[in-house]
C-alpha cells in the first residue's frame, strides 16, 4: 500500500536555529516532511543544523543596494523550488512583503517571543522582563500566527503559551524558558496545521 502523500514543510532562518532543531527533533511526529531549510545568511547556525540532518539547504543573500521586492522575488524563486505547503518563518530576521506572501496565500507562519500585541519586533523578551522588573507585568509568552502581510508579528493568531516571569528570574532564567515555550508551541501547531493540510492535498 503507498504511504499517503505528507505536507511539504520549508523553514526559513536567520540565525541560531533553536526552533528549527526542534522540528528537525520531532519530524517523526510532525505528520508533515521538511524538504528544505532556506537562510538568508550563509553563517545562519540553522544551516549547520538542515546538513547535519540530510535536509536540503539554500542561502539566499541579500544583494548590496537590492530592494526588499527584487529579494522577496527571489526567494520565493527558491522556496517554490522545494513546493510546500508551510512555510515556517522560525527566527527568519527578514520582513517580507507581499512579492513574497501573495506567492504562498495562506502558508506562511511566524514565531514571535511574545503574546499577540505585545512587543512586536526586535528584543521582545528584554522588553518583557524590562517591564516585569518595573512590576508591569508578571508574565509574557510566545505566539504563532500566520502572515497574510506586511504587518510586524501581526496577523490571524494560531496558538499562544503563557511564560510566567518570577521576582527572582534573570533575563537568562526568563530566555531560556521563552525558547523552551516556542520549541514546543512551534511543534505542536506544525503538527496541527499537517493534519488540517492533508485532505485538502490529496
Ligand atoms: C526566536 O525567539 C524566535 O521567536 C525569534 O527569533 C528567535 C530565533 O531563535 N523570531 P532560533 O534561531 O530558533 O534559536
Redesign the pocket.
Known sequence: MALAPTPNIVVL?S??????QALLDAEDRLGGSIVGVVANRADAG?LTRAERAGVATAVVAAQPGEERRAYDARLADTVARFRPHLIVL??WMRLLTGEFLDRFPGAVIN???ALPGDYPGLDAIARAYDDARDGLRDHTGVMVHFVPDEGVDDGPVIATATVPIGPDDTLDDVTANV?RA?HRLLTDTVRTLCAQLIPSEQ
Open positions: 532562518v540565525g541560531n536555529g533553536s526552533n528549527l540553522g522560525a527566527g514565531l514571535h517571543p525558547h516556542e
